[in-house]
């Protein structure tokens, strides 16, 4: 049975760090390219970042581009969104997904306010 378990949000200020952390569990991890999204209130969820399987290859959403990385480590069955200079607008509810298969976990919230 496929779980994600997202973890490491929080409240911080603009210009702050967080590091999110996805554990996975059910599914052949290392096979999978992994993504992050994102959804504010009142909109729709949105994909921020991929991760091929290996962790070779890696994409951002415009808006993130510079700020944010993502990273996985095969070994623990885990992808991380590391998030620096952290803006107000990046405020959402944060989720991992394993491309290809659908199962959304709980996400964590993460608020940037002063």
């Known amino acids: 049975q496929v779980h994600l378990v997202e973890s490491g949000g929080g409240l911080v200020q603009p210009g702050g760090s967080l590091r999110l952390s996805c554990a996975a569990s059910?599914?052949?991890?290392?096979?999978?390219?992994m993504a992050w999204y994102r959804q504010a209130p009142g909109k729709e969820r949105d994909l921020v970042a991929t991760?091929?399987?290996?962790?070779?290859?890696?994409s951002y959403v415009d808006s993130v581009k510079g700020r944010f990385t993502v990273s996985r480590d095969n070994a623990k069955n885990t992808v991380y969104l590391q998030m620096n200079s952290l803006k107000p607008e990046d405020t959402a509810v944060y989720y991992c997904?394993?491309?290809?298969?659908?199962?959304w976990g709980q996400g964590t919230q993460v608020t940037v306010s002063s």
């Open positions: 997904n394993a491309l290809g298969i659908s199962y």
């Open positions: 059910g599914f052949t991890f290392s096979r999978y390219a």
């Open positions: 991760i091929d399987h290996s962790g070779g290859r890696t």
